[in-house]
């Protein structure tokens, strides 16, 4: 049986207390994902491969609600900066919420038919990401990016489609700011 508990989650290092798991995504396991290939290499190598992002969680197969963080380095591969893998939800009628904690960063989201949207992420907002619309988070800032994402416990991730045809649009820095700009890739593949 499952006993309530109150679980620590430290806003600025990404800590779970009591936590059930845990995962490292170093740059080198991000291959495909960045446009610029040269400059991904390089970031590999320059940067001793870096760990890109690292998420925690707070999981039991008992229940259907989970929760965890991810905190995501701040960096850049030529222009575009640090971002996770992105994907839609195995199930399609999951949904999920990501609560940013620390930091800033930028939520793209895509709908299966095409729609892009974009949700600034930073301390007090709450994201909302409606079913079956594929996420992918970018941290903006120069500082870690920390959220809390709630999720159903077998949402699942189906990576396979963001992984072959990326996303519709790449944030890259233009001028110090963010930009969302279309994907050439996309284009050329779509074509
Ligand atoms: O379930 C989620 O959406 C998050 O926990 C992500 O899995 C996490 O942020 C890492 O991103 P990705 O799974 O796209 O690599
Ligand atoms: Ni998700």
Same mark, same amino acid.
């Given at each position: 049986?499952?006993?309530?508990?109150?679980?620590?989650?430290?806003?600025?290092?990404?800590?779970?207390?009591?936590?059930?798991?845990?995962?490292?995504?170093?740059?080198?396991?991000?291959?495909?994902? =960045?446009?610029?290939?040269?400059?991904?290499?390089?970031?590999?190598?320059?940067?001793?491969?870096?760990?890109?992002?690292?998420?925690?969680?707070?999981?039991?197969?008992?229940?259907?609600?989970?929760?965890?963080?991810?905190?995501?380095?701040?960096?850049?591969?030529?222009?575009?900066?640090?971002?996770?893998?992105?994907?839609?939800?195995?199930?399609?009628?999951?949904?999920?919420?990501? =609560?940013?904690?620390?930091?800033?960063?930028?939520?793209?989201?895509?709908?299966?038919?095409?729609?892009?949207?974009?949700?600034?992420?930073?301390?007090?907002?709450?994201?909302?990401?409606?079913?079956?619309?594929?996420?992918?988070?970018?941290?903006?800032?120069?500082?870690?990016?920390?959220?809390?994402?709630?999720?159903?416990?077998?949402?699942?991730?189906? =990576?396979?489609?963001?992984?072959?045809?990326?996303?519709?649009?790449?944030?890259?820095?233009?001028?110090?700011? =963010?930009?969302?700009?279309?994907?050439?890739?996309?284009?050329?593949?779509?074509?």
């Amino acid at each position: 049986m499952l006993f309530p508990e109150g679980v620590a989650i430290d806003g600025k290092t990404g800590a779970v207390t009591p936590e059930t798991g845990r995962y490292v995504k170093r740059l080198s396991e991000l291959k495909g994902i =960045y446009q610029d290939q040269a400059a991904f290499q390089r970031a590999v190598s320059d940067g001793n491969d870096p760990v890109a992002y690292e998420v925690i969680d707070y999981r039991n197969k008992e229940s259907d609600l989970s929760f965890g963080t991810t905190i995501m380095a701040p960096g850049q591969v030529g222009g575009e900066y640090f971002m996770t893998r992105g994907h839609y939800h195995e199930r399609p009628e999951c949904g999920e919420a990501y =609560y940013t904690q620390s930091g800033e960063g930028l939520l793209l989201l895509e709908s299966r038919d095409g729609e892009v949207r974009t949700v600034e992420m930073k301390p007090g907002i709450c994201a909302f990401i409606p079913p079956d619309w594929a996420h992918r988070s970018i941290n903006t800032g120069k500082e870690k990016l920390v959220f809390v994402w709630f999720c159903a416990t077998d949402a699942g991730h189906d =990576y396979g489609e963001i992984l072959t045809k990326g996303m519709r649009k790449i944030v890259v820095e233009r001028d110090g700011r =963010y930009a969302v700009i279309d994907n050439p890739a996309y284009t050329k593949a779509s074509a």
